[in-house]
């Protein structure tokens, strides 16, 4: 499990400390550096694992990515389990990882950008990917089928669930977002592709949270099963009630407290308020979960505040800004 990372020089990071636990909230303003926090993350699994290349597609080179008042190179120090690395860029996008091998995680990962209601989804045909589910979920039907009979934790088995396994259990929580609901999926694999079914109708012709919400508890559920996984969920409120939102933030509460870990970025006052109940409510939860709100300084760099949560839901401090538009629109109106 990824511990903690310090950022040096990269985007708007001249030099920041995160801690994370099974569960990580990142939440702030437009463009602090939510993002920047997860792209980072990214950067170090392709160091890790494709060992040619750190950069992501789309963002540019280093010398964009440089924090412009950061003289030394970008690096990233990171501690995985109690391993620590140091992972140094030059301006000529080369890098290098400094100290012991550690056993860096799979991110499973679920951009703010994902596919919402859609006829048709591509399936990936290489078959050391299919169980893969991609950024934006373009492959999150062959995924959910890839794993469909494995045997959740009994901690995450719905009560309304009809068995144990991850599609029972997808199908039961989808009944939360949607009640009376009914999921199911087709895979043709002459074409590459695949389609979702809700109560026999095309996605398109439901509710959009419904197909933003499916990439969203399936990864969730499905990071519990993976060994040395992370799961990195951008916006999950999307296109959700609050009702739902709540019932969301429950399911990631119980999937960080089997072991799971989480990292997810969000604007929202309900999942906010849902993952402070559940520390409340789920034993054990409040020492697990870490929050951090995000601001910029006068000159665009992070400020990274992080207050404890205790086990009754209660910040040990408030920062100005996290949360607060509620009361603040309420006490107009009084």
């Known amino acids: 499990m990824i511990k903690n990372i310090n950022i040096s020089g990269f985007k708007s990071f ?4 995160i801690e994370f636990g099974n569960l990580t909230l990142l939440t702030g303003l437009n463009s602090s550096g939510k993002s920047s926090i997860i792209q980072a993350l990214l950067m170090l699994e392709k160091a890790y694992y494709e060992k040619n290349n750190i950069l992501l597609d789309n963002h540019g080179n280093i010398k964009e990515l440089k924090n412009p008042h950061h003289k030394e190179s970008i690096n990233f120090s990171i501690y995985v389990d109690d391993v620590e690395n140091t992972i140094i860029i030059d301006d000529d996008d080369h890098y290098k990882i ?4 550690i056993n860096f995680p799979e991110i499973i ?6 596919f919402g209601p859609t006829n048709i989804l591509p399936i990936f045909n290489n078959s050391a990917r299919k169980n893969k589910v991609g950024k934006n979920g373009e492959n999150m039907i062959q995924f959910i089928d890839y794993y469909a009979d494995c045997i959740l934790d009994d901690s995450l088995n719905h009560p309304n669930s009809e068995g144990n396994t991850l599609l029972f259990n997808l199908r039961a929580w989808l009944k939360i977002i949607s009640p009376n609901v009914k999921f199911d999926y087709h895979l043709d694999h002459k074409s590459d592709s695949s389609y979702a079914l809700f109560n026999d ?3 398109t012709n439901v509710g959009f949270g419904l197909s933003y919400s499916l990439s969203v ?3 969730l559920l499905i990071g519990t099963i993976i060994p040395n996984s992370l799961t990195i969920i951008e916006n999950p409120e999307a296109h959700l009630h609050p009702r739902g939102q709540a019932e969301l933030a429950k399911l990631i509460s119980l999937c960080s407290n089997v072991g799971s870990q989480i990292i997810i970025e969000t604007h929202s006052d309900h999942i906010f308020d849902s993952l402070r109940v559940a520390c409340k409510e789920v034993t054990n939860f409040s020492e ?4 951090h709100w995000l601001t910029l300084d006068e000159y665009g760099n992070t400020k990274i505040n992080s207050p404890q949560v205790d086990n009754n839901g209660k910040l040990d401090e408030w920062p100005v800004g996290l949360f607060d538009q509620f009361e603040i629109n309420t006490s107009k109106l009084l």
């Open 14 to 17: 001249l030099e920041n400390y």
């Open 98 to 101: 400094e100290g012991n091998s």
């Open 109 to 114: 990962y679920i951009s703010a950008n994902r």
């Open 201 to 203: 109708h095309r996605s």
């Open 217 to 219: 508890i399936s990864t």
């Open 288 to 291: 697990k979960f870490k929050l």
